[in-house]
């Protein structure tokens, strides 16, 4: 079992920036690929970005690409989405979201891969 804590959520103004952190308990948190998602209002849950155990593998959607990285520190067990160059429409809500299963470059990408996730932060980017 592993429980999600999201935070570092808010209101900026476009051009800003934010961290994302998304702390996991449990002791199996190095084993599981880490995925961020967002879900604006009256949209589908959509994905941001992933990264895998390792930390080797990384994945971005298109909209967030050279704008928003993904890391994560198996110490801490946390991982971190540092936004960058924010925009009006990347306002939503950010949940991140843990896999233990084997994922590919292509799969990570995908929200019915994840097992478990956490309870979201509010991100608003106002113009």
């Known amino acids: 079992q592993v429980q999600l804590v999201e935070s570092g959520g808010g209101l900026v103004q476009a051009g800003g920036s934010l961290r994302l952190s998304c702390a996991a308990s449990g002791r199996t948190f190095s084993s599981h690929h880490m995925g961020w998602f967002r879900q604006a209002p009256g949209k589908e849950r959509e994905f941001v970005a992933a990264?895998?155990?390792?930390?080797?593998?990384?994945s971005y959607a298109d909209s967030v690409k050279g704008r928003f990285t993904i890391s994560r520190d198996n110490a801490k067990n946390t991982v971190y989405l540092q936004m960058n160059s924010l925009k009006p429409e990347d306002t939503a809500v950010y949940c991140c979201?843990?896999?233990?299963?084997?994922?590919?470059?292509?799969?990570?990408?995908?929200?019915?891969?994840?097992?478990?996730w956490g309870q979201g932060t509010q991100v608003t980017v106002s113009s």
């Open positions: 990264i895998s155990w390792s930390g080797i593998m990384t």
């Open positions: 979201a843990a896999a233990l299963r084997p994922l590919t470059v292509v799969t990570l990408t995908m929200t019915s891969q994840y097992d478990y």
